[in-house]
């Protein structure tokens, strides 16, 4: 006879429990702003590991994690705020008329701002599975199907977080496992 697991609601509940500590952490390690990116790849290698290995890592090896990635996550920090300025800006000129282009130009930038958005966050579990930075953005850039679906994923995120804000933290959790499940079967 042989032993099988099953799951019931148990289960679902405390994975959903600790998906939300996950984000919470997160949050709370973003907060100085230059340690977004490590605290975003340490949250993204925790969800990998347990919902690919079956265990959640220790606190030593969340914080070897996020030291290790301190410093790449900066500069990953400061590029992507870098290109959210810019394409702010010129979504911005180009509606108040400031900047030549019109419509057609705004249409451009703004699907060109999605792409952007859903390529940062398909290099989110690719750093989870303990990838550079580089290679992850090299991994995500070669699946663009997967880039469109990861900016749509977001974009419910947010639309979730503007309706009620103090879920925001709890999200974050919640999108790094959604994250992960799409890129799940990606070798």
Excluded: K
């Excluded at 996020?66 to 702010?88: K, N, S, Y």
């Excluded at 451009?108 to 958005?117: G, H, S």
């Excluded at 953005?137 to 749509?152: D, E, F, K, Y």
């Amino acid at each position: 006879m042989t032993a099988t697991t099953t799951t019931d609601w148990r289960d679902t509940l405390r994975d959903a429990a600790d998906l939300a500590l996950v984000g919470i952490l997160v949050t709370v390690a973003a907060v100085p702003v230059f340690t977004t990116g490590a605290a975003v790849a340490a949250g993204a290698e925790a969800v990998h590991l347990r919902f690919t290995d079956g265990h959640w890592p220790g606190p030593r090896d969340l914080l070897r994690t996020f030291g290790r990635r301190l410093l790449p996550g900066a500069l990953a920090t400061v590029l992507v705020l870098a290109a959210a300025l810019l394409l702010g800006l010129n979504i911005f000129w180009l509606r108040q008329g400031l900047a030549p282009g019109g419509e057609v130009l705004l249409v451009v930038t703004a699907v060109a701002a999605v792409a952007v958005l859903g390529l940062v966050a398909l290099t989110i579990p690719f750093l989870g599975r303990g990838h550079t930075y580089r290679q992850a953005l090299r991994l995500a850039a070669s699946r663009p199907t997967l880039i469109v679906t990861c900016a749509g994923v977001i974009g419910i995120a947010f639309l979730l977080a503007s309706i009620l804000p103090v879920t925001a933290p709890l999200l974050t959790g919640y999108l790094l496992f959604a994250l992960h499940t799409i890129t799940r079967r990606v070798p």
